[in-house]
């Protein structure tokens, strides 16, 4: 829990407005949940590059989803997608979670063929409602904090 202390303590001493560092933590968020696997760091920083905004928010954003909670969001969102398109999610629990590496992939593939657009709509569903949470709680926080006085260091 350590790291996620330090890594928020940095996005508050960003020195961008807190619009424009919501706003690309919201769109790393938005990048967490995009339905292609393995190129969400990069596609993190050229988005913060071509929009300059801020690539350490935007890679906190994009870092929410990652390995250890990938497995649950993208189920979690799939089964939204199927809900919202009417398509039967049974099935889908026969995800091999055990798998590693390549075997994973393409087993997911097989597994995931007839949920490919209730994974790719839910998915990214939930990316635009959780960055749009994470755009408001992190702009309230980074403006609280700016509000607030600085006092100078005890001497």
């Known amino acids: 829990m350590g790291w996620l202390k330090r890594a928020f303590a940095a996005l508050l001493h960003l020195d961008d407005t807190p619009h424009r560092t919501a706003l690309a ?8 949940f995009f339905p292609i696997w393995g190129i969400h760091s990069a596609m993190a920083i050229g988005i913060a590059f071509a929009l300059r905004l801020s690539r350490a928010a935007m890679l906190l954003g994009a870092w929410v989803n990652n390995p250890w909670t990938a497995p649950p969001f993208y ?15 049974a099935g889908l629990d026969a995800i091999d979670w055990s798998l590693k590496g390549r075997a994973f992939i393409e087993a997911m593939a097989v597994t995931l063929r ?7 709509f839910g998915n990214t569903l939930v990316g635009v409602v959780l960055g749009a949470i994470g755009y408001v709680i992190v702009r309230r926080v980074l ?13």
């Open 25 to 32: 933590f919201a769109i790393g968020v938005w990048i967490a």
């Open 75 to 89: 189920t979690a969102g799939t089964i939204l997608g199927c809900w919202i398109l009417g398509v039967p999610a």
């Open 114 to 120: 007839p949920f490919l657009w209730p994974f790719i």
């Open 143 to 155: 403006e609280r904090r700016r509000r607030q006085p600085t006092t100078p260091p005890a001497v």
